[in-house]
Nanobody, 122 residues
Framework: QVHLVESGGGLVQTGGSLRLSCAAS????????MGWHRQAPGKQRELVAFIRNGGSANYYADSVKGRFTISRDNAKNTVYLQMNSLKPEDTAVYYC???????????????WGQGTQVTVSS
């Protein structure tokens, strides 16, 4: 497993932008999938976006498609989530997660960060 630390959350007005960062304790070159999830109060955690090693075949939830962009910098062992045109319904705790090897085939994220709060005011 790899230790993950998120940062970049905060309070922003509707229509604003934030960039979340996820720093890994080790090289992410061997990590097949890096993902961002979120959990709003009273709701189930949902997968927001993921990026595969090599940066191809990214995934976005319909609710964020066209507004959020996931990227990875393997040299810095960091994954980013650029969030634009934020809406109040984007308010949640955002978690970074990693899936490796066989677990990645079933999107079984075995390593998680502690989360960062994103609050979008109306």
């Amino acid at each position: 497993q790899v230790h993950l630390v998120e940062s970049g959350g905060g309070l922003v007005q509707t229509g604003g932008s934030l960039r979340l960062s996820c720093a890994a304790s080790a090289s992410i070159l061997s990590i097949d999938i890096m993902g961002w999830h979120r959990q709003a109060p009273g709701k189930q955690r949902e997968l927001v976006a993921f990026i595969r090693n090599g940066g191809s075949a990214n995934y976005y939830a319909d609710s964020v498609k066209g507004r959020f962009t996931i990227s990875r910098d393997n040299a810095k062992n960091t994954v980013y989530l650029q969030m634009n045109s934020l809406k109040p319904e984007d308010t949640a705790v955002y978690y970074c997660a990693a899936a490796q090897g066989v677990a990645a085939l079933t999107f079984n994220f075995g390593s998680w960060g502690q989360g960062t709060q994103v609050t979008v005011s109306s």
